[in-house]
């Protein structure tokens, strides 16, 4: 990880020795100027975390440096040194953006309290805008749900992963299995978890605009680029960026994708310095890229570099022993979420859930189980609360109809209806509670349609 670097601007040489001298005993990188004019240069060049400013320079001001620097990133902090009694100045500095202010002739211990207090704040301030963006908590074992054999393989893999250093894995699988949660799920268990997780998809990007979210670009760049912009590999520096939908990526994009991965170093759009990061580059996808490769729409060196550690994510329909297990996980999660207290599934939807292809995989099993709890009103989830198109889709054997054959004349569906409703009641003595069991239906859609048949005054 990267020291700490601090900009000492002062045109006083011997001010300038002695802080540097004092600041790398404390394990800082420092670099110095004696003017605003060749801070305003190394600000650009070397990007510090902090800067020293002599409100009294030659050429421009402190406070014309200051405004400046705010200008180019706002998130360097910056500490005023002032002569004694300047207060009035002091204050117009901090309303410019200054973190504080010390007077000359100062302590060397006070200004490293001084230092250390501003920095503790800016790492604060991006754990909190971190935490807010994120909106989640560490992921740990217990979201990963599944005890099938191919969920127990994965889950290896994962921990294996977290525990390493590798620093790209490639994850692959079908839309809705679930890979970006198996990503966070590395990030947070790793060394790098205390260290920012940022996610972007490249399909939902376009391609002109893709470099510059994750190289950034500077000022000027191009028509739009009104002010420098840090880019989500310099925002993520000791942590986790993960790439979705890598296959979608254009080729030229997947060129310079590769060169950073080689070199781990890389240029703002419109820049000439180059930085080095160290993160970890989790990519996911659900395209082969394999026939990519061969339809020439995916580099081959490229598919080698990101695979160093494969991830498959199995489909839903295979690994069927995981559905209900999931369905009971969703059940408690969205009772929480909407105040419900349902308990289970009835056996008749819970065989149809298991019976159902579920192209969707989990995020369909997710949605499905979140519309049954919002539109039902028993502690019961029903087929009635299930889609359609599970219904429609499960095998007639899930029906118990596989004897039923249609008439080539017809038949009339609501004198059907009408006719299992009169016997489920005759068969239950008319308790209409047993009756709309052996229906699967729940008792108000039972008795809606015995009133539409006449059963019920």
């Known amino acids: ?146 005890a099938s054999r191919h969920m127990k393989n994965v889950l290896d893999m994962m921990e294996k992963v977290a525990k390493s250093d590798a620093s790209t894995v490639l994850i692959q699988g079908e839309s809705g299995t679930g890979k970006e949660l198996v990503a966070k799920w590395i990030h947070y268990q790793s060394a790098r978890a205390e260290k920012p997780f940022v996610a972007i998809n490249c399909a939902a990007v376009p391609a002109t605009l ?36 890598i296959g979608d990526m254009e080729m030229g994009m997947q060129a310079k994708l590769l060169r950073f991965l080689e070199e781990r170093t890389f240029r703002r759009i419109g820049g000439t310095k180059a930085f080095a990061v160290d993160v970890r580059i989790i990519s996911a996808t659900n395209r082969d890229l394999l026939k990519a490769i061969e339809e020439k729409n995916f580099r081959n060196d490229l598919y ?9 994510l199995p489909p839903l329909r295979e690994r069927k022993e995981d559905i ?53 009103n028993e502690d019961t989830l029903l087929l009635e609360h299930l889609p359609l198109e599970i219904v429609a889709k499960a095998s007639n054997q899930t029906t118990g109809l596989a004897t039923f054959k249609l008439p080539p004349d017809g038949v009339d569906i609501e004198e059907v209806e009408k006719e299992l409703i009169r016997q489920s009641l005759e068969m239950s003595e008319w308790n209409q509670s047993k ?18 048949f006449g059963f019920l005054k």
Not at 332 to 349: D, I, Q
Not at 435 to 452: P, Q, V
């Open 324 to 376: 209900l297990q999931l369905v009971n996980h969703f059940i408690e999660l969205f009772n929480r979420e909407f105040n419900k207290h349902v308990t289970g599934v009835s056996k008749m939807a819970e065989k149809l859930l298991l019976e159902y292809h579920w192209p969707g995989n989990i995020r369909e099993l997710k949605n499905v189980i979140e519309r049954a709890i919002i539109l039902g």
């Open 435 to 452: 009756a709309a069991k052996k229906l699967n239906l729940g008792i108000d859609a039972f008795r809606y349609r015995m009133k539409k």
């Open 1 to 146: 990880m990267r020291k700490t670097k601090i900009l000492v601007v002062d045109d006083e040489h011997l001010i300038r020795w002695s802080l540097e001298q004092n600041l790398k005993k404390q394990g800082y990188d420092v670099v110095s100027a004696g003017n605003g004019e060749d801070a305003l240069r190394i600000v650009r060049e070397e990007q510090p975390d902090l800067v020293l400013l002599d409100i009294q320079l030659p050429g421009i001001s402190g406070l014309e440096a200051l405004e400046k620097i705010k200008e180019y990133d706002e998130e360097i902090l910056v500490i005023m040194v002032t002569a004694h009694g300047a207060l009035e100045t002091a204050v117009h500095a901090m309303r410019l953006g200054a973190y504080d202010y010390i007077n000359k002739p100062f302590n060397l211990d006070e200004m490293s309290i001084v230092i250390r207090k501003a920095l503790e704040t800016s790492d604060l301030r991006r754990e909190v805008q971190r935490l807010r963006s994120e909106q989640s908590r560490k992921f740990g074992p217990p979201d990963i749900i599944g």
């Open 210 to 245: 893709l470099e510059s979210e994750l190289f950034g670009h500077e000022k000027g760049a191009f028509t739009d680029a009104k002010a420098m912009k840090k880019g989500l590999f310099e925002l993520a520096d000791g942590g986790t960026v993960f790439l979705d939908e």
């Open 304 to 312: 080698y570099r990101l695979q160093v550690i494969p991830i498959y």
